[in-house]
């Protein structure tokens, strides 16, 4: 009984986690009108930053943030799947991300960092993943993730 | 003549300070269809600042941001409380908070900084209370205060 | 067949420029109901930034900052243009700037900054150009950018 987008998941082979509860006193989702408002995701993955510190601190890579973003729009997708009480397909657009990326002052790459999550958007929803955005530098992140991306989808009312 | 959401201030022992009027061409919110969208507030208490820096500069703690967040989150109220007409109980919920915490790179623990102002919006409405947030290190903050929150709150059409 | 808003655009000598495209898997802007939610603009101007690192790195200075928030603003404003098919006597209202300013920790006058883009909108549409914001330090931005604002409007349904 899969969905179009779960389908599209699949072929992707993307296996959306759990979506993590929030460890305090609020919600991953709220639901305002038509709109989906998703908490800042971090890249947590099987309970687990892989990576933490900053861009440009010597230890954190460009290519290791892009991965971390992908993590985040995963996370974003469980979020939304759950939000959508299990039926992605329900899903009319994508309307917004909220990119941060950890940076130190010489980093100044961040739009192709949440590139990555920009991207798996549009693999997953086609045109309606396309998004307005912004993605800036962030001095300090939770937990030291490198990246946090926040999300505004539109749904069928 | 106060509301339910006055009377639990009181209880709460929460008196709101009168809301600052932003110094330029912004106002301190807008109302579109039934969203409040209230400016980023900073932790002005008394008219003045109680601390400025950045956590982990070796003068400000996570207790003092903690404090300071709190202080964003009672700002956010009043200024609410403006919005609705001095009625809060035409709050229907919290939609989302965007908390942005003064940081050095060292210091992640973001999340446990907004925590304050979640937990306050809680006891303040109870689960309309709970909501969507983002929560983020800023190189910098306008005074040198420590925490900026920004938020968006459903109301009675 | 100017509207009010292109006279008084050009009264104040202002010329939009094209409106850029981004580079990516992603839109300038959306419009979901009667929102337009424009992506973050950077100072791009003539496709080029004048001026690229922190305020507080010894050689941008607040004034510069000043001056890119302006453009900025500008390109909100070329995107609205084209985001109202033209027209922009379609704007309702500003309903919220959201301004990043590339700082060190010792830059706090961000709102001075953002203050320029409120100035503009505020001049351009009168009192409906008044609108909610925040207004905070980045670590860093793209392409080294010095400020960088996404936007919110209202338009007629």
Same mark, same amino acid.
Request: net charge negative; charged share 20%; aromatic share 4%.
């Given at each position: 009984?899969?969905?179009?987008?779960?389908?599209?998941?699949?072929?992707?082979?993307?296996?959306?986690?759990?979506?993590?509860?929030?460890?305090?006193?609020?919600?991953?989702? !709220?639901?305002?009108?038509?709109?989906?408002?998703?908490?800042?995701?971090?890249?947590?993955?099987?309970?687990?930053?892989?990576?933490?510190?900053? !861009?440009?601190?010597?230890?954190?890579?460009?290519?290791?943030?892009?991965?971390?973003?992908?993590?985040?729009?995963?996370?974003?997708?469980? %979020?939304?799947?759950?939000?959508?009480?299990?039926?992605?397909?329900?899903?009319?657009?994508?309307?917004?991300?909220?990119?941060? !990326?950890?940076? %130190?002052?010489?980093?100044?790459?961040?739009?192709?960092?949440?590139?990555?999550?920009?991207?798996?958007?549009?693999?997953?929803?086609?045109?309606?993943?396309?998004?307005?955005?912004?993605?800036?530098?962030?001095?300090?992140?939770?937990?030291?993730?490198?990246?946090?991306?926040?999300?505004?989808?539109?749904?069928?009312?």
């Amino acid at each position: 009984m899969a969905g179009q987008i779960d389908a599209r998941l699949a072929e992707l082979g993307i296996d959306l986690p759990d979506a993590p509860a929030p460890a305090a006193n609020y919600l991953p989702w !709220v639901i305002t009108g038509n709109l989906v408002m998703i908490s800042g995701q971090i890249p947590m993955a099987g309970g687990e930053l892989a990576i933490t510190g900053t !861009v440009g601190d010597g230890t954190v890579t460009e290519d290791d943030a892009i991965a971390e973003a992908r993590k985040c729009a995963i996370n974003l997708l469980a %979020q939304l799947k759950t939000a959508t009480g299990g039926d992605l397909d329900k899903v009319k657009r994508v309307v917004k991300l909220g990119g941060f !990326v950890a940076s %130190q002052p010489s980093f100044t790459m961040q739009p192709k960092v949440i590139n990555a999550a920009s991207d798996l958007m549009v693999e997953v929803f086609g045109d309606a993943g396309r998004h307005s955005r912004f993605a800036v530098g962030a001095s300090a992140l939770p937990l030291g993730c490198v990246v946090e991306i926040e999300g505004i989808f539109e749904i069928e009312a």
